[in-house]
Structures are given as C-alpha cells and as structure tokens.
C-alpha cells in the first residue's frame, strides 16, 4: 500500500510534523508553489550572493558549498541569512559530515565556517555509525536545526545501495526529532512501513543533459517525484550556468514549473 | 597464505612501491623508527603548532582536522609544513572527501583551506563511486600528494562493513597510482589476492581508554599491528590529551614504542 504522504500537499505533511524546520519547509514549499532546490557551486562570493538573489523567488532550498568559495567570510553568510529571509527559501549546507560523533561537533559549530550558525539544514553519510547523528543533533537541535541522511547517492558506482540504504532509514527513524529525511534517489517504502514521513531530497536532475566526465548521472523531475515519490529536486548547473541573469530566471523557472507540476500530479490536482 | 608485506620492514616494501609520497612514508618510518600518527584535534592555531612540534620526533604522520580550527589562516600551514621538513614526517588532511567528484576536486583544491597545496596525503569515502577518487587524483596527482580510502571505521555501528569494504579495496586497486592505502581496522585478504601494497592506518587505538559517549571505540597498539596486520597506528587525545608538554612527550613515546615493538615482533626481529 503507497503510503498517504504521496497525495497529500506539503501543507497538510507539514500539520504533523513535528520538527520545526521541516514544518516550516513544508509550509513555504506550498506557498511559494516550488519543491525547486538550487545548488549553487560557485567559488566567488559575488556570484553567490547575486545568484541566490535571482534565484530567491524560485525556490525553496539553496544548496550551497561553503568549502569552495575561494574569498568566503562571514559578511558571504549574513547576506545569504537575509536574502533567505527576503525571498523564504531555506539554506542548505552539503557538507556531508562523515565522521565520528566528537569531529563532526567541531566541524558542524566551529572552525571557520561555523556552519551550524547559518545553515538551516546540513546532511550527514551515515558511516560512521549512529554517533554522527548523535554529534550533530548535540549542536543543531537546540539551534532548530536539522539534518538530512545521504541514503543514495546519484554518482555511478555508489556504494550506497541495498541495505546500506536500509539501515539508514532505521538510523533516521530512531533520531526523527532532528532527522528530518534523506537526500536519496527513490522514497524507500521499507517493508511497507512508512509511518514517519521524511522528506526526501533529490538531486542530480536534468531536463536536458546527461552527466559528466566525473560520474554524476541525471533524471528529470517526473521520474523523480512522481515515479520515485521524492519531494525536493535539485538542479545545479543546470540552471544556474546560463549565459546572463536572464536565462537564469528563465531556467529557474522551467525547473520550477515542471517540479511543481509533477508535484500537482502526484498529489492528483493537475489540470 | 599469508602476504609477504606482514614480515617485510617498511624499508624493503618502500623499495616496490611506486607512489613517491608512499615510499618517502615508508623510509622515514624505519629511519624515525616510529609508525605512530596523532590526530591532532585542537581548535587554536598557536596549539596545534606547539604540539606539532613536541610530537615531530616520535611521529610518522601528523593528522589534522583543519576545519575544526578557530583561527585558522595560511600561516597555520605554512608553519605545519615547516615543521613536516624539520621533523622528517608527513601531514595527513583527515577531510574523509565524500561528494561527487567535481565537487570533490573543488573542496581539495580550493577554498579557504586549499587542502591539496600543503596536506600530502588526504582521505575519502568510496561511498559516492570511482568518480571521488578520478576528481581528487586530478588535483592531487600532480603535486605528489596521495589518498587513503576509508575501508572500515573504528566507530560504533559503523555501516562500513563486508561488500562495502571489499568494494573499497577494489577500487583502490583500480587507482594505484593514486590510492597508497586504506583506513582501517584489519587488512583485508580479499580472497588471498594481496599482490598490491597497501598501507593501513589505523584509527581508534589507546592503550588504557575504553571510548567515548559518541561511539569511539578503542583498540591496543599490537592488536592493530600485530594481530590485524596494519601498519600504522592512529592515536588522539590519549597523546595530546595530556598535563603539560613533558606529558605530551612521555605519552607520545609511550605509543611510539608499542607501535614499534608490535611491528618488530611482525617482522620477527623483536629481541
């Protein structure tokens, strides 16, 4: 039996969620009418800050890499908290946390990105064992944070498959407070029990192109969200390496559009 | 049949190996005597300088978490890498890399950190596919710089385990050129087949801790050389961890003899 999650509108997912970020991820996604996330992986901080702000009306997530901005500072991050307060979107650091409960504390609140300060959500590889998450929530909860699991990755080869796949789900559904979903490729129906309804964020999508050189591989937002019942696509240069600002727009919303209307046909509402 | 590598000194096997930061690695080992790395987890730039420079004497490897630094600045490893040359040992970024390989070769390269251009050797998750490894050998390749897979992890419930871990080393196998060792806990016998050379670093290794409440675990020095096979041993906070600097020193030689004396008994030649 599919569960109910894959009819209902993220505003009624969002009544029963009980993890403040993804309630109000949930709710804006409605609002704004885009399950479109962005990732941004670009090494100037200008571009950044001016893409993000193209892009503000079209999405709901920004993915960012803070790791390769070649001039990052903490002004780079105050601007971006102000433009996602401006346009409603949610600021997604893909770092990809994967190690030990202890490192992952530091690495999450300090350093020089201190990355828990600004970022709304981040995710994490289940690896190491359940003390990632552990670490992670120690820091994020009390700061209304939240975190994503990697369950599948969209890279040819990975070993992120079977039940590497299910044990994370297991792991997630033991930390639900703060584990709000997974970045993966399909919602996982795991043996028909889908009582806690993660949302799953997926990305390596593509209208247009067919990968690159270094593995990534992609599918188009139907396949993603209505066959494999995901709820969030994420584009990246696919959308953001266009040749001015106005294609940019111009390919934000084409993403967003068939984002949404896979969404509205999931949910039984097109037309 | 057990490899020849378990009873052959670190200099014969420097002698077959073809990575030039795996053989400089191995010399230094025998010349030092010492397979001891530290894991130097410390937030402040002046600390991690001061204990660099204790432990220089009695370590192989010196492990940084460079994102974990408060203060961090170019100056930071322009000093460490000093401190590499006086010393005679290697750094190791301990980034444990997990994306897709474009992105992977942006975080290595650039950056605040621009790991690539002062860490000789770094680390990776196989977890997204080939394609992590292809995007870091094409930045570290190069400049002589070289990578650890991680093949198992010492932490609780770690999900890097059987098929995953064979799938590693088969990979390492495919990028030799790149790839000079594993993380690990045991070396692996895949079937008997061990006709490549293979480092392995061991992490969570003490000789008194139990572990923490984040789910490290830990394992004595001849456990990891002696009964497991590996190479080199990984200690943290039980070296650093300690009083004052003459603390730091005994602790430190404390290690660097256990680690010793279990590869001599490997090799045959204790007593």
């Not at 040819?156 to 299910?166: I, R």
Request: glycine share 8%; proline share 3%; charged share 30%.
């Amino acid at each position: 039996m599919a569960p109910s999650f894959l009819t209902q509108t993220y505003t009624e997912r969002a009544k029963v969620n009980n993890n403040a970020c993804a309630k109000k991820l949930l709710e804006l996604m409605d609002k704004k009418k885009t399950n479109l996330s962005v990732a941004i992986d670009v090494t100037k901080k200008a571009d950044i800050i001016r893409i993000a702000d193209i892009l503000g009306p079209y999405i709901c997530v920004l993915k960012t890499h803070i790791d390769i901005v070649e001039d990052f500072d903490m002004e780079l991050v105050e601007t971006l908290k102000k433009l996602a307060e401006k346009h409603e979107f949610l600021i997604f650091e893909d770092r990809k946390f994967a190690d030990i409960g202890n490192t992952v504390k530091h690495q999450y609140e300090g350093g020089v990105y201190k990355i828990a300060s600004w970022s709304d959500i981040t995710n994490a590889h289940p690896i190491p064992g359940e003390g990632i998450i552990k670490g992670l929530k120690e820091v994020g909860l009390p700061l209304n944070r939240a975190l994503l699991l990697l369950a599948e990755m969209s890279s040819k080869g990975s070993l992120a498959k079977g039940q590497y796949t299910l044990d994370t789900i297991e792991m997630a559904k033991r930390n639900t407070d703060f584990v709000i979903g997974f970045i993966g490729q399909n919602r996982i129906y795991d043996n028909g029990d889908d009582s806690q309804d993660f949302l799953y964020l997926t990305p390596g999508v593509g209208l247009e192109t067919k990968g690159d050189s270094l593995g990534q591989q992609y599918r188009t937002p139907h396949q993603v969200i209505v066959e494999s019942g995901c709820d969030i696509i994420i584009v990246g240069r696919g959308v953001y390496g266009a040749k001015d600002d106005a294609e940019i727009k111009e390919r934000a919303e084409k993403y967003r559009k068939a984002g949404w209307d896979a969404y509205l046909e999931r949910i039984g509402q097109n037309q």
